[in-house]
Structure formats: C-alpha cells, structure tokens
C-alpha cells in the first residue's frame, strides 16, 4: 500500500477507541442477557467482531502489527447458498465427539441399564461389561441429545459439535440413504449451521448464509450472524 493509501494516526485511533467501545458493549449485554439466545449479545458480537477486524486492518496498514485477536469465521467453510428459498423438505445432519474418559463409569451406567431390564443382576457376559459394548447400550437406551446433556455422567468429555440443516425440494424416501447417511450432502444446500469447538473458547457461533463485505457471517434468513 502506498504512503497516500495509508490510513491517518488519527483513523487507527478511533478505530481503537471503536474496539473498547464495543467491548464494553458486549460485556453489558452479556452481563445483562435475558436467556441463552439473547439477541442483544448476537448483535453486540457483531459489532465487536467488526470492530476488532478493522482496527486489525488499520493496524496493519499504518505500521505492520497486527493484533492477537481472532473472530471466529466461516471463510471457506460453506460456499454460497444455492438450494431453495422455500424449502419443502429439510435433513439435520449432526455430528458429535466425545473422549471416553472414565470407562469405569462408563460401563457401571450401561450395567444398570441391563439390571433394570433383567430386573436383577445382568449376566456375566452382558454387553456392559466392555466399552465396546456399553456405548451400544447406552446410546440404544437414550436419546443422543440426552447423552449430550449427561456426558459427564457417561465417563464421557465431549469435543467438537457441528449441526448443518441442509435444504431440500422433496423429503427423501424411506432408506433412500440410509447406507451412506452423509455421502449426498451438498454444502450449497446449507441453511444454516451451528458449531461448537475449543477454538471458539467454548462458545457456540453460528455458521449459515453468505459472508458480508465485513468478513462476518450473515444467517441465511435473518441477514445477520450469531455467537452464543
């Protein structure tokens, strides 16, 4: 960039100032927030996370430092949305990991699922008895959400998440995919999606739409990202 191009000492100042601004934003309304899904933290996340790039920007071009802030982004993670505007039919994909931490556990949980449905002492050979064989019981006996929600009960610690909704003109017909369940996916059908990682501080960002000329994520529907 040319000494004429570069922005002013005056312009990365306020750009400063905006980033402290929109911190103290933030925090009032995380402190202030009237549920999970408050939207007045979605928007003050927003605003942080353009404020923060830019004065990154300004930085950068005034005197080539660069700051240590990272704003979560979905840069190349979806291409464009090219399924239907009113979709018909829709499929959640859904992918969970978690690290099997406390076998023990694990296999004491799926041990007293086999004793209630004995109605006494499982035998000496049930599956219970080996984690190959407790992770079948129990996520047979319980919903995946629910195993969420009790991980910890499980010997379980839970790693990344993801949750795609992807379009669809017409719902799929019974067993059409159920040998390869993900294999179809077509990532311009996305919706939207939602992710949870370590990288993001433990925090869950909303991933769906087209990027605006900020760099920030736009829902598909709601023409705005989300973080909670």
Same mark, same amino acid.
């Given at each position: 960039?040319?000494?004429?191009?570069? $922005?002013?000492?005056?312009?990365?100042? @306020?750009?400063?100032?905006?980033?402290?601004?929109?911190?103290?934003?933030?925090?009032?309304?995380?402190?202030?927030?009237?549920? +999970?899904?408050? $939207?007045?933290? !979605?928007?003050?996340?927003?605003?942080?996370?353009?404020?923060?790039?830019?004065?990154?920007? =300004?930085?950068?071009?005034?005197?080539? +430092?660069?700051?240590?802030?990272?704003?979560?982004?979905?840069?190349? @993670?979806?291409?464009? !949305?090219?399924?239907?505007?009113?979709?018909?039919?829709?499929?959640?994909?859904?992918?969970?990991?978690?690290?099997?931490?406390?076998?023990?556990?694990?296999?004491?949980?799926?041990?007293?699922?086999?004793?209630?449905?004995?109605?006494?002492?499982?035998?000496?050979? /049930?599956?219970?008895?080996?984690?190959?064989?407790? =992770?079948?019981? =129990? *996520?047979?006996?319980? +919903?995946?959400?629910?195993?969420? /929600?009790?991980?910890?009960?499980?010997? =379980?610690?839970?790693?990344? /998440?993801?949750?795609?909704?992807? @379009?669809?003109?017409?719902?799929? #017909?019974?067993?059409?995919?159920?040998?390869?369940? *993900?294999?179809?996916? #077509?990532?311009?059908?996305?919706?939207?999606?939602?992710?949870?990682?370590?990288? *993001?501080?433990?925090?869950?960002?909303?991933?769906?739409?087209?990027?605006?000329?900020?760099?920030?994520?736009?829902?598909?529907?709601?023409?705005?990202?989300?973080?909670?």
């Amino acid at each position: 960039m040319s000494d004429a191009a570069q $922005p002013t000492v005056a312009e990365v100042r @306020a750009a400063a100032e905006a980033v402290k601004a929109a911190l103290d934003r933030h925090l009032a309304a995380v402190e202030s927030r009237s549920g +999970e899904d408050d $939207p007045a933290v !979605y928007e003050a996340f927003n605003e942080l996370a353009v404020a923060a790039e830019e004065y990154d920007e =300004l930085l950068y071009d005034r005197y080539d +430092e660069v700051t240590p802030f990272e704003i979560p982004g979905a840069e190349d @993670a979806l291409p464009p !949305y090219v399924g239907p505007e009113e979709p018909n039919a829709l499929s959640v994909l859904i992918r969970r990991d978690y690290a099997v931490v406390e076998p023990q556990r694990l296999m004491a949980q799926a041990q007293r699922v086999e004793a209630a449905e004995a109605d006494g002492t499982p035998p000496a050979d /049930s599956p219970g008895r080996t984690v190959h064989g407790a =992770l079948g019981v =129990l *996520f047979g006996e319980f +919903e995946p959400d629910e195993i969420a /929600s009790r991980h910890k009960e499980f010997g =379980l610690e839970e790693g990344d /998440s993801t949750l795609w909704v992807t @379009a669809a003109e017409e719902p799929a #017909d019974p067993g059409e995919w159920l040998e390869a369940p *993900f294999d179809q996916t #077509d990532p311009q059908r996305v919706v939207c999606r939602f992710d949870v990682s370590s990288v *993001f501080d433990d925090d869950e960002y909303l991933t769906g739409g087209d990027e605006d000329d900020e760099g920030v994520v736009e829902d598909a529907d709601e023409g705005g990202a989300g973080h909670r």
